[in-house]
């Protein structure tokens, strides 16, 4: 009986470390999955340059973007194309001059934007109004993690000059992931619209 008790009386305390260990381990946080979480965006200093050519209009744009013209109209000499190759981003610019067809143009431009309704959550629009300038417009603002084209905005003088704009990035829709870049972006089409002139 005695080696039975000893036995027993030197295997409890190995036994109360086993289940204290246990318990500790217990209580250590569990690993768990943690949120799909999008990359960090360094966005550059904004500086701007002015688009100043045979185009009958001009304005300022980043230092950061190029101008290019547009490959898919040949025929059209005054579409160009504001690239921003670090963001995969293309601002789509289309002039037209006024003929007696703005309501045209204008219905145009809101049918365009229309196309995103099944894709957008809010669709925003903002009027521009610059008179001494003789700029006047509408921005829409499309928002939805699906929609194409989160950005767009057509611009006139009412009498010879019109310009429509759109915004597109070359990466599969993905507003929400986008958002810093588009919301940086949005800054820089403000600027151009806050300074174009028609000739």
């Given at each position: 009986m005695n080696f039975k008790n000893s036995l027993l009386r030197s295997a409890i305390p190995g036994f109360a470390g086993l289940v204290f260990s246990l318990l500790l381990?217990?209580?250590?946080?569990?690993?768990?999955?943690?949120p799909e979480g999008y990359f960090r965006i360094d966005l550059p200093e904004k500086k701007y340059q002015i688009l100043d050519s045979i185009f009958p209009?001009?304005?300022?744009?980043?230092?950061y973007a190029s101008i290019t013209r547009d490959p898919n109209a040949p025929g059209e000499a005054n579409w160009i194309n504001v690239d921003f190759p670090r963001f995969k981003g293309r601002l789509h610019l289309s002039y037209k001059p006024v003929k007696n067809n703005l309501s045209v143009f204008t219905e145009d431009a809101h049918a365009l934007v229309v196309k995103h309704i099944p894709k957008a959550s809010a669709i925003e629009e903002v009027?521009?109004?610059?008179?001494?300038?003789?700029?006047?417009?509408?921005?829409y603002d499309i928002r939805g993690s699906g929609a194409a084209s989160p950005y767009q905005f057509y611009v006139t003088d009412s009498t010879g000059h019109f310009l429509r704009g759109a915004l597109y990035f070359s990466v599969l829709p993905?507003?929400?992931?986008?958002?810093?870049?588009?919301?940086?972006?949005?800054?820089?089409?403000?600027?151009?619209?806050?300074?174009?002139?028609?000739?």
């Open positions: 381990a217990s209580c250590s946080e569990t690993p768990a999955p943690k209009y001009s304005f300022q744009y980043p230092v009027r521009i109004e610059n008179a001494g300038r003789r700029v006047f417009g509408l921005i993905n507003n929400d992931s986008l958002a810093p870049v588009i919301d940086f972006i949005k800054a820089d089409v403000l600027h151009l619209l806050e300074t174009l002139e028609w000739k």
